[in-house]
Antibody
Framework: EVQLVESGGDLVKPGGSLRLSCAAS????????MNWVRQAPGKGLEWVSY????????HHADSVKGRFTISRDNAKKSLYLQMNSLRAEDTAVYYC???????????????WGQGTLVTVSS | SYVLTQPPSLSVAPGQTARVTCGGS??????VRWYQQKPGQAPVLVVY???DRPSGIPERFSGSNSGNTATLTISRVEAGDEADYYC???????????FGGGTKLTVL
C-alpha cells in the first residue's frame, strides 16, 4: 500500500523558515516524480513544487519561487520542502503527492499524504 | 499564466446526473485530471487523461474534454459523492501544475 506521511508543520513567525518532510513507503520511491501541493484554510488546492525521480531539475510556483526549495533523498525515500522568508499567505495544509508518471509532459497526482499544517503568524 | 475556471457550486438530487465543468483556453488540447476532496480529507484522483479511472473509482465517474471545456460527469449521484471537485492540467508553457478553483457538489 502506498503511504505518504508529511511532518514538520508548525507555527512560525513571518520571515521565518521551516522544513517539511514526507516519508514514502509501499512503492519504489526513486522511480516517481513528487510534488508539494498546499491548501489555505477554506480555499482551493494550489500546486507548490515538483521534482522528477532523478531530482535533475525542479519546478516551483511563481508564488514561492526564490523562497521555497523542493528536494528529495531517494536512499531515505523522503521528500522535502525548505521554506524560507515565510509570509502569512503561506499558511496552509501542505500535502506531498506522487506523480503517476503515465505520460511525459503531464502530471497526475495519484497518491496523497494527509498533510501537515503550516501557520505563519506573529 | 494558464487559468482553469470552475463554477463554485452545484446541487443535484440523488439518482440524477451531475456535470462539473472546467473552462480553459483550448483546454481540449490538454490532458485533464479530476480530484475529489471530502471535508477533512486529502484529495483523491477520480479521472485522469480526460476519461480514464484509477482502480477503485466507480464507473459512474467519467470525463470528457473538447474545445474550451472539460467536464466531469457523475451518474446516479449518491449522498457519498458530496465533495469538492477540482480539475487539473499541466501547463507546458510555464512548467506549472494548474488547478481549477474547485466546485462544491451538494447532494440534495
Amino acid at each position: 500500500e502506498v503511504q505518504l506521511v508529511e511532518s514538520g508543520g508548525d507555527l512560525v513567525k513571518p520571515g521565518g523558515s521551516l522544513r517539511l518532510s514526507c516519508a514514502a513507503s509501499g512503492f519504489t520511491f526513486s522511480t516517481y516524480g513528487m510534488n508539494w501541493v498546499r491548501q489555505a484554510p477554506g480555499k482551493g488546492l494550489e500546486w507548490v513544487s515538483y521534482t522528477p525521480s532523478s531530482a535533475s531539475y525542479t519546478h516551483h510556483a511563481d508564488s514561492v519561487k526564490g523562497r521555497f526549495t523542493i528536494s528529495r533523498d531517494n536512499a531515505k525515500k523522503s521528500l522535502y520542502l525548505q521554506m524560507n522568508s515565510l509570509r502569512a499567505e503561506d499558511t496552509a495544509v501542505y500535502y506531498c503527492a506522487r506523480d503517476l508518471g503515465i505520460k511525459v509532459g503531464t502530471i497526475t497526482l495519484d497518491s496523497w499524504g494527509q498533510g501537515t499544517l503550516v501557520t505563519v503568524s506573529s | 499564466s494558464y487559468v482553469l475556471t470552475q463554477p463554485p457550486s452545484l446541487s443535484v438530487a440523488p439518482g440524477q446526473t451531475a456535470r462539473v465543468t472546467c473552462g480553459g483556453s483550448n483546454v481540449g488540447s490538454k490532458s485533464v485530471r479530476w480530484y475529489q476532496q471530502k471535508p477533512g480529507q486529502a484529495p483523491v484522483l477520480v479521472v485522469y487523461d480526460d476519461n480514464d479511472r484509477p482502480s477503485g473509482i466507480p464507473e459512474r465517474f467519467s470525463g470528457s474534454n473538447s474545445g474550451n471545456t472539460a467536464t466531469l460527469t457523475i451518474s446516479r449521484v449518491e449522498a457519498g459523492d458530496e465533495a469538492d471537485y477540482y480539475c487539473q492540467v499541466w501547463d507546458s508553457s510555464s512548467d506549472h501544475v494548474v488547478f481549477g478553483g474547485g466546485t462544491k457538489l451538494t447532494v440534495l
